[in-house]
């Protein structure tokens, strides 16, 4: 079974923050510190990410999006991404808290 491409993202805090793994290993990251701007970044971000990596879109297995503690909003949009990501590309979306993601 080949490695496991795995995009994650984050924008439930003052941050837009994403990474892109294979196999465990990092592959590409970005964090942005930033109160508000999150919804209009991420997807470049994205995009950055997937260029970076000499990836597209289809070449990813799942997507891990962070489901705070945060603000309402900022939980929205990251969730909202991985989802309409998951469905158009018909892979798995986990969400994943800030606690699990530390451990």
Known sequence: ????????FDTSAAHCA???????????????????GQAERLMPMLEELLVEAG?????????G???GPGNFTGIRVGVA????????????AIGVGAP???A
């Not at 309409?84 to 798995?92: E, F, K, S, Y």
């Open 1 to 8: 079974m080949p490695d496991l491409i795995v995009l994650g």
């Open 18 to 36: 994403a990474a892109l793994l294979q196999g465990g290993a990092l592959v590409a990251a970005r964090h942005e510190d930033m109160a508000k």
């Open 55 to 63: 990836l597209g879109w289809r070449d990813l297995d799942v997507i």
């Open 65 to 67: 999006v962070g489901t």
């Open 81 to 92: 991404a991985a989802r309409g990501l998951a469905v158009a590309l018909r892979i798995p």
């Open 100 to 102: 699990e993601a530390l």
